[in-house]
Nanobody, 125 residues
Framework: QVQLVESGGGSVQPGGSLRLSCAAS???????IGWFRQAPGKEREGVSC????????WYADSVKGRFTISRDNAKNTVYLQMNSLKPDDPAVYFC???????????????????WGRGTQVAVSS
């Protein structure tokens, strides 16, 4: 089971940008990686997912055109570039891994067996 560590969170003004990183303990080749977020008192929601080489990508409607998922397999790292951040984007952001071919549902986080501990994102004026 791969271990994941998120980083890159922080506090920015509305309209600002952050890049989150998800560093894996080993190769990412067998895995799809998803980004999820959970605000206080709210259910976890899917943000974006990408398969190997990002042949498959998925974005929540709320972040389309603003967030971009990418991966650098040589560095065993997946990124989430977040632009034009809005006041309703703050949450703890998690990355998670799902085995490609094992079945997963990005929007619900089903099929993701390895989770990082999360990184906090805040947006304030």
């Amino acid at each position: 089971q791969v271990q994941l560590v998120e980083s890159g969170g922080g506090s920015v003004q509305p309209g600002g940008s952050l890049r989150l990183s998800c560093a894996a303990s080993g190769t990412l080749d067998p895995y799809a990686i998803g980004w999820f977020r959970q605000a206080p008192g709210k259910e976890r929601e899917g943000v974006s997912c990408g398969s190997d080489s990002n042949s498959f990508t998925w974005y929540a409607d709320s972040v389309k055109g603003r967030f971009t998922i990418s991966r650098d397999n040589a560095k065993n790292t997946v990124y989430l570039q977040m632009n034009s951040l809005k006041p309703d984007d703050p949450a703890v952001y998690f990355c998670a891994a799902a085995v490609i071919g094992g079945g997963y549902v990005c929007s619900a986080g089903r099929g993701f067996g390895s989770w990082g501990r999360g990184t906090q994102v805040a947006v304030s004026s």
